[in-house]
């Protein structure tokens, strides 16, 4: 075979790659990102004593308000994961802060001003958070992991994922020194901020990822120039035809593989 048309295994190139420092980047702004969601996430423990207060409701009259969040997630978990492997994980990840943006902007121009409507409305726009919320965890950790050497991969992914109750701690700490003098809709606000900030820059700086682009040949060109950044020299060009060899073997349906041999220990303890 000749050399332009070499097969090219890119899991083992990364395996074979040092973590610093693409991995280690692609790591921080995985953990940037989940220290937005888990800001997102936990921002209602922090404004509803204050939104009680405030709007002279009733501790359970909030529930819609934190179900919407919460069915936002379980939905936005499944269908960003589905949507991941269909347009990239990059492109499913800036979807996810997009949503958080607007999510977040909407329930702040909701919370100013209170009426029948009003919480209803507000359950609506944290459902339209939720939905970011919901797809960023996974699509971290599988964008994380594919981007990682599997000497290093289980502490990376684990180090992105914590990074979601320390978004909580940090909300904590913006809410008692925001809220006494901006009030506690600021917290909606800085909500949407910085997903606009991390849409604008990480829609720049985050790579694709390998397994989506390996599959893709029109992405060639653009895999081969990110694995020569990996590597550190000028190795492949695109021309190659690049493989990702698969961890486990696919049953006849989703149903049936997560439940396999492969997959079975891994689908107990998620």
Known sequence: MSDNKKIVDVGEVIDGAKYFWVPFGITIMMIIIMLTDGFDLFT??????????E??????????????SMIGMAVG????????DRIGRKRAYITCLAFLF?????????????NESSVWRLAGWRFVTGLGLGGVTPLAATLISEWTSKKVR??????????VPL???????VARNVIPEHGWQ????????????????????????????AKHPA??????????????????DGTETFAVQEAGQRSTNWFATIWNPDYRRATIFI
């Not at 289980?154 to 990074?163: D, E, Y």
């Open 44 to 53: 209602m423990g922090y404004v509803g004593p204050h939104l009680l207060k």
């Open 102 to 114: 607007a999510g977040s902007l909407l329930s702040y121009y909701s919370a100013l001003t209170y």
């Open 219 to 236: 992405q060639h060109k653009t895999l081969a120039n990110a694995l020569n950044r990996l590597v550190g020299e000028k190795r492949y």
């Open 77 to 84: 978990s499944v269908i960003m994961g589905w949507l991941g």
């Open 167 to 173: 978004g909580g701690t940090l909300a904590g700490i």
């Open 55 to 68: 709007w002279g409701i009733d501790r359970p009259q909030l529930g819609p308000i934190s179900n919407g």
């Open 186 to 213: 600021s917290m909606f606000l800085i909500g949407a901020i910085i997903p606009l900030v991390l849409f604008v820059l990480f829609g720049f700086l985050l790579p694709e990822s390998p397994k989506y682009m």
């Open 154 to 163: 289980s502490i990376v992914v684990a180090c992105v994922v914590v990074s």
